[in-house]
């Protein structure tokens, strides 16, 4: 069964199971599906401003895939308490040992875990500053995201690594038994 199909029988279906929960990406369409309801998800595209709240935004879209890729290694689709317990886990989880785990896991190349913990670098001093000019981005050598030539190269690899990792994701989601999801819906 296709993602393509599952999300047409949720759409059509009057009442969803709430015991799954799954973010589905579909062509450049994202769905999540939590407690039998079906939403839109995020954009394929995403755009990111030069200011602190935006920067911020960006990065917790990029979590949230984080979490969602190892729910689906852990739960696969459940919504039971077993996701709720392991949802909780990961919240206490640093970002820096997720990606290390997506690295031990083979889920990221060498390369990409590099580039993610310099960009999430980025996210932490984001978090602990007022604006995002006090950012210094180090790709291979320091830049200032004030600066209009630091904050494009930081929005152009950041760019790149979401459609990095939004093919990552599609590859995990892959895995999941859709034929036996949709007999639970």
């Known amino acids: 069964m296709s993602v393509s199909k599952l999300i047409s029988e949720v759409k059509k279906s009057k009442k969803t199971s709430s015991k799954i929960r799954l973010y589905l990406i579909d062509k450049d369409r ?19 401003v030069k200011n602190r709240d935006s920067v911020l935004s960006a990065f917790s879209k990029m979590a949230f895939l984080f979490d969602e890729i190892i729910r689906l290694r852990i739960v696969q689709s459940s919504n039971n308490s077993d996701s709720v317990e392991l949802l909780y886990l990961l919240n206490l989880v640093p970002i820096n040992r997720k990606i290390r785990t997506f690295l031990d896991w083979k889920v990221f ?17 984001t978090v602990h500053c007022i604006s995002i000019n006090d950012v210094i981005y180090n790709p291979k050598m320091k830049i200032s995201l004030s600066s209009i030539s630091g904050f494009k190269k930081f929005s152009t690899d950041f760019q790149k690594a979401w459609k990095t990792l939004l093919k ?17 819906l």
């Open 30 to 48: 994202h769905y999540f599906l939590n407690d039998g309801v079906l939403k839109n998800g995020f954009n394929s595209k995403l755009t990111i």
């Open 168 to 184: 990552i994701y599609v590859l995990e989601q892959q895995k999941i038994n859709l034929q036996k999801i949709s007999e639970i």
């Open 109 to 125: 190349s060498p390369e990409f875990t590099r580039d993610m913990s310099r960009l999430f670098e980025v996210r932490n001093d």
